[in-house]
């Protein structure tokens, strides 16, 4: 019910509808893919979009405005760049290079309208996370520093080191309770270094109403509209998952962590 499995296909794969299976409302997500020399138009109605280059060398044409070519050889080779369309503008990605191109098309619903920019990987914001087994990078592509900007939307990526374990200790964001837990969906979108993998990802609610692990491949998205989702790299493979999120309320991302094991948290694991 919650995971996508990716496709290898070439062109646009919508792998999160607007109406999908988990029933999240506010956002969408879909996988681009382009051989050399092809191009995608699109126009995505009442939703602002992040086009977050995966591999390869992007153009973005946004009404006038021109943004790249940038390149990323994969996710894993460095930080990520991101071009913001606004809502109701038509837009068209571009390989620019000699290779495929892939793309992360992440959508939230959207009234406000902004400006076009660019996040180039200089002004993504990177730290470090937890510790043992459950360190891990996170990189901040449209979140904080984008307020002001856009509407809805809140973009990164995570990278776990092989065995180790992110979206930990377990968080959920699905209740609005001021100064405590944010409101949001979110959806993942994995890939796999070397891509042959897998890692375990949860989802689970303290009442037992959910309460599943499913194994995550090179190229699946996974859908979160409650619940703690924790996810472990399997061992001897790096998992990275780009996340996107979205709610009704605003863009404060507030993590409840799960109280059975928040003492996690307290300990020192030196």
């Not at 760049?81 to 606004?86: F, G, I, K, N």
């Not at 979140?143 to 968080?171: C, D, L, M």
């Amino acid at each position: 019910m919650y995971l996508v499995r990716g496709t290898s296909e070439h062109g646009y794969h919508e792998l999160v509808p607007q109406q999908n299976e988990a029933g999240l409302k506010w956002i969408s997500f879909g996988h681009l893919r382009l051989a050399a020399g092809e191009a995608h138009d699109a126009a995505i109605e009442g939703r602002e979009v992040v086009l977050v280059l995966l591999a390869g060398a992007m153009r973005v044409s946004i009404g006038g405005k021109v943004f790249g070519p940038y390149e990323r050889a994969n996710v894993f080779a460095g930080p990520a760049t991101a071009v913001y369309v606004p809502v109701g503008q038509s837009f068209r990605v571009e390989n620019a290079g000699d290779g495929a191109l892939e793309v992360a098309v992440c959508q939230a619903v959207a009234e406000q309208v902004h400006e076009p920019f660019v996040v180039t990987p200089d002004e993504v914001q990177i730290k470090t996370v937890g510790e043992a087994n459950f360190e891990r990078k996170v990189h901040d592509i449209v979140v904080k520093q984008a307020e002001g900007k856009v509407h809805r939307i809140i973009v990164g990526e995570t990278f776990n080191p092989p065995g180790n374990w992110s979206s930990y200790p377990p968080h959920k964001h699905d209740e609005y309770l001021p100064g405590v837990e944010a409101l949001m969906e979110e959806i993942y979108f994995y890939q796999i270094d070397p891509p042959g993998g897998f890692g375990l990802q949860s989802i689970y609610t303290s009442d037992g109403a959910i309460d599943e692990t499913y194994r995550v491949k090179h190229g699946d998205a996974f859908m979160i509209p409650r619940g703690y989702h924790p996810v472990c790299a399997a061992g001897g493979y790096q998992l990275y998952y780009l996340w996107l999120m979205a709610g009704p309320v605003d863009r404060v991302m507030i993590p409840h962590d799960d109280p059975a094991h928040a003492w996690i948290r307290e300990r020192s694991w030196g």
